[in-house]
């Protein structure tokens, strides 16, 4: 006699803390003002596209990429200036790297610390790998609180720290010496997430061979490759030549190497762009500021945060309008009526001005 078998379902099988996740969401964006995630708005010249539709002609796609990544390292490690010593890993974006970094440090115990509010993604990927997740407040005006940060790297030993250096989704850059005092004062690594480093005013990769627990990760995703999804973490070869051991094989594929190498060869081109980007921000804020009942607060990233009465209805005001920009209301109580915009072009900033002052008058 057979005994009847276990009905196989998510809920019986997978473990609580996944099943209790709510997924990364992306909402559908066609037809409308994009100002949601982040993306440099500028196309490439039409001579540079002309030349990467000619490389991408020529691509060996039937052949698997170069594990190494020889050139494309060569590349980053040019315009980036790395210092002597230094070397390069490679990710499917920064992501990927967070979750390797993670995933290297996951001994039974082991805490991942980061700051309250920041990047969502060090919450959920502790959670992945089954580390013990610290967030650590920021103060009102989202400055790192350096006393309650010492305080918790003492208590918890966090074997990883990640501080977004401009923080999303706050923008600002937090005090340099007070990271450095954090970098000395951790027992693990302390990654500084520089993922917006060209809007921002300042970088730590010319630390990098002054601290031996300092990481820097960054993403191009912001200057402009976001749909190639490519991230580097830069630091000694002590650390990276481990970290490669979890790299899964051939995560970066031929056309992002391939694209991403002639795009760095133009990477004035993409800095170009980055300055304009930082000269509308300007202006965006300015045209913000003056709008009454709303809060806008200083950034160094290609986004602004700000606070208004009504942030929901706001938010599905401007949708209503074809504008989408990024909810932040309910997503943490520091951020309470606060919605996120990413600098667009100057057409696309007017246009959203415009809709949200519309928006707000209508809600009066």
């Known amino acids: 006699m057979h005994s009847a078998r276990i009905v196989v379902t998510p809920e019986n099988l997978l473990r609580p ?14 037809g409308m003002i994009k100002l949601d995630a982040m993306e440099n708005p500028y ?23 170069d594990a190494a990544a020889h050139q494309l390292k060569a590349s980053i490690s040019k315009v980036t200036n790395l210092p002597s010593g230094m070397d390069i890993l490679l990710g499917n974006g920064s992501d990927e790297i967070i979750q390797l970094l993670a995933m290297a ?6 805490t991942l610390l980061s700051v309250e509010p920041s990047f969502v993604m060090y919450r959920m990927i502790a959670t992945f ?33 990640f501080l977004a250096y401009p923080n999303n989704p706050t923008g600002n850059l937090f005090d340099a010496e007070a990271i450095k005092q954090i970098i000395q004062a951790a027992p693990g690594l302390v ?11 300042d970088s730590f990769i010319p630390h990098l061979a002054h601290y031996e627990n300092l990481l820097v990760m960054r ?17 000694s070869s002590a650390w990276l030549a481990q970290l490669e051991k979890l790299r899964l094989p051939y995560n970066v594929g031929v056309l992002p190497q391939l694209v991403a190498a002639k795009l760095l060869e133009h990477h004035d081109v993409l800095l170009a762009q980055a ?11 300015a045209a913000l500021a003056i709008i009454n009942g709303v809060q806008v607060y200083p950034s160094e990233a290609n986004f602004i945060l700000l606070r208004v009465a009504k942030a929901t209805q706001i938010f599905e005001g401007l949708k209503q309008r074809s504008v989408l920009i990024k909810n932040l209301n309910g997503g943490h109580p520091a951020l309470v009526d606060c919605l996120r915009v990413t600098v667009g072009t100057p057409e696309e900033n007017i246009k959203f001005v415009a809709a949200l002052q519309d928006t707000i008058n209508q809600l009066a």
């Open 129 to 161: 790998v089954g580390m013990k997740y610290v967030g650590v407040p920021l103060t009102q005006d989202f400055s790192l609180d350096l006393p309650a940060m010492l305080d918790a790297i003492k208590r918890e030993q966090p074997a990883l720290v």
């Open 105 to 110: 440090v996951a001994k039974p115990g082991a």
């Open 191 to 201: 990654v500084v997430d520089e993922a917006y480093y060209a809007f921002a005013s």
């Open 43 to 65: 196309i490439l010249p039409q001579a540079l596209r002309d030349e990467i539709a000619r490389l991408v002609a020529g691509a060996a796609i039937n052949r698997y990429p």
């Open 17 to 30: 803390d996944v099943l209790a996740l709510h997924a990364y969401h992306v909402p559908p964006a066609s």
């Open 219 to 235: 993403t191009f995703s912001k200057l402009g490759m976001a749909g190639l999804r490519l991230g580097f973490l830069a630091g």
């Open 275 to 285: 300055q304009s980007i930082k000269q509308e921000r300007t202006k965006l804020f």
